[in-house]
């Protein structure tokens, strides 16, 4: 019989961890020979790979209402091209970032209003939500060192940095919007990713098995 499909969404600060954290579960589900599709917002799907060039790229000017509209474009395509087909298939499908990002980055960060982005969201998703969201929370000035000594690690360019640009209080707003979010949703969790990377991927590997049949 085929299993049922699994949505999980992982949110954060910028170098929370998020990354490491999915490397990790991918290899937890494989090992229970779970079928897993992963991806990410933006750039999940092939529209989406040419806006994510687009709207990373610091050197573009981009005012906030285009900038919204090309992640929310992002994600219809999303949605409907690798999401939606990946669920029916019964997969477990882990994306890295989804409307939360929308809220805490436009919403709490841009100062956009939040009822109508949460609106902007319903349209582009069509009302699909995660299951089960994991934010990884840490203090931005925390995140960002690691953001960027990451940058340099991987040789990425200006290119990658469009928000590791903006001053320390605007990622401030973001991680207070997201754990707004996170007291008003059940779906979700928060893990404490001051921790090591092995701890974090355990206490999300207990959630999972607690609270989800797998
Ligand atoms: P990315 O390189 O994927 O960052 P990270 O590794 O931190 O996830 O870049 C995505 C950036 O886009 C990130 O700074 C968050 C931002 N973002 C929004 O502002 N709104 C959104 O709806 C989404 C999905 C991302």
């Known amino acids: 019989m085929n299993k049922k499909g699994l949505f999980i969404t992982f949110e954060g600060v910028e170098g929370a961890g998020k990354t490491t954290l999915i490397k990790k579960l991918v290899a937890f589900f494989t090992e229970k020979q779970r079928d897993v599709f992963l991806t990410r ?81 319903t349209v582009a998703t069509g ?39 903006e001053a320390l209080q605007f990622h401030q707003k973001i991680r207070e919007g997201f754990l707004a979010l996170a007291e008003q949703k059940k779906r979700f969790f928060i893990v404490n990713a001051e921790q090591d990377a092995e701890q974090v991927f355990c206490i999300a590997k207990q959630y999972l098995e607690e609270n989800f049949l797998l």
């Open 127 to 165: 009302g699909l939500e995660p299951h089960l969201t994991f934010l990884l929370d840490l203090l931005p000035e925390r995140g960002l060192k690691r953001a960027k000594e990451r940058n340099i690690e991987q040789n990425l360019t200006i290119d990658e940095g469009r928000f590791e640009a």
């Open 41 to 121: 917002e933006p750039g999940g799907s092939e529209l989406g790979k040419k806006l994510r060039s687009i709207i990373l790229n610091a050197d573009e000017k981009i005012c906030p209402s285009a900038e919204l509209f090309l992640f929310l474009a992002d994600r219809s395509q999303h949605v409907e091209e690798c999401i939606k087909p990946a669920l029916k298939a019964g997969k477990i499908v882990l994306c890295d970032r989804f409307i939360d990002s929308t809220i805490a980055y436009q919403g709490y960060g841009r100062g956009m209003d939040i009822a109508q982005l949460t609106n902007f969201n």
